[in-house]
């Protein structure tokens, strides 16, 4: 999740389980690949437990809040999950799996279906995430995971039967705004879970920020990083570290891509994006690279 707050109206990236809803019933170890070079990104690998990862160093183009037809020099793209992968391309699978869609219509269908995942506090209200506007997910036990995983695991399954590589699964950091109610573990336990189904289903993994998750990542099971402006709060190299050139950074300000870039450029995934990560002809519309 971005750490600044879009302006409303949101895109698509916070309005995909909300599209969704007709059809229901997210430092310090050795670099895991070498340092590739931006002009001959490494070709893409396969992990261990057999998915094949995206190209270390490859260009990246960042399209959760609608697709349009990438530029020709990018290999590998993100986006939502109602979204059909790019053809010719590494596609990465957006699921937002952590927290309820913005907005009344997600909130009821959660109430209506699932009201004891959703996260309440002590005095029975439901935790909010406020930048968003989007409910926390329960999960605190593994119950109330396993049961969790029974209502995003087919989203996964959908991402991997529409063709995409791999997901990304958002808000892996919710604990940070639980009010304590969720834990590091309850996180990690839980996108272990969802890190298994992608696996099992033949799709890759990717740990989206939470850098302070990084130490844990083998036991999540995650296998790349998307990041969100990991240049403007100095953390690409804790990601790198970790990840080796299978970073894949979003900055929203031009300033923090060209800092990222300058040390960064030659090694990482790095872009630049409007806050509505909007589509060409949109208003405000932005992209660029190094």
Known sequence: MSRIPLPLPLPLRRAAGVLALAA?????????????????????????????????????????GGAYPPARDVRIVSRDRTAPPAPGRYTICYV????????AEAARWWQRHHPDLLLRGRDGDLVIDEDWD?????????????????????????????????????????????????????????????????????????????????PERRRAGFDFAVTEECGRYRECADYADAYGGRVYDIEYRRQDLDTACRTWGHRLSLVLRDRDVGRPGDRGYVRATC
């Open 134 to 214: 989007e409910p926390l997910l329960d999960i605190s036990t593994a119950a109330k995971r396993q049961a969790l995983l029974g209502v995003v695991g087919p989203w996964i399954d959908g991402c991997a039967a529409s063709g995409h590589d791999a997901v990304e699964p958002d808000n892996l950091d919710s604990y940070e705004r639980s009010d304590g109610l969720l834990t590091k573990n309850d996180a990690l336990a839980f996108a272990a879970l969802l890190t298994r189904r992608a696996h099992d289903r033949g799709l890759a993994a990717a740990q989206k920020n939470a850098g302070d998750l990084l």
């Open 24 to 64: 229901l019933p997210l430092a310090g170890c050795a670099p895991s690949a070498p340092p590739a070079d931006r002009d001959h990104p490494s070709a893409p690998a396969t992990a261990p437990h057999g998915v094949r990862l995206p190209a270390a160093g490859a260009a990246f183009d960042y399209q959760i």
């Open 96 to 103: 937002n799996a952590f927290q309820a869609q913005p907005g």
